[in-house]
Nanobody, 121 residues
């Protein structure tokens, strides 16, 4: 059974930090790109950060560059998102996502249940 279990969300003041974690099971984590998305009220879900299977390539949304860091531990099947200098506009539900490589059939895509991040004074 595939599971993506997110944790670490919460309420934080502007300028504060939060660390999100996503524990994966039920698929081959080590070959899978892992991504954090967020859903901000009134907006479409957007890609926040992505990391390739061995962590050699990362991608960040422009507005979080220099503040967020994505990482992964392939021994523990965990992907993390360290969020620093948080701003009110970072408020939203953060989702963990797993997408199979192009060479894998059948292709798969999995989503976590989401974790709420609220940045407010």
């Amino acid at each position: 059974q595939v599971q993506l279990l997110e944790s670490g969300g919460g309420l934080v003041q502007p300028g504060g930090s939060l660390s999100l974690s996503c524990e994966a099971s039920g698929f081959t984590f080590i070959i899978t790109d892992m991504t954090w998305y967020r859903q901000i009220p009134g907006k479409e879900r957007e890609l926040v950060a992505r990391i390739t299977p061995f962590g050699d390539t990362t991608y960040y949304l422009d507005s979080v560059k220099g503040r967020f860091i994505i990482s992964r531990d392939n021994d523990k099947n965990i992907v993390g998102l360290q969020m620093n200098n948080l701003k009110p506009e970072d408020t939203g539900v953060y989702y963990c996502n797993a997408v199979s490589p192009a060479y894998v059939e059948p292709a798969y895509e999995h989503w976590g249940q989401g974790t709420q991040v609220t940045v407010s004074s």
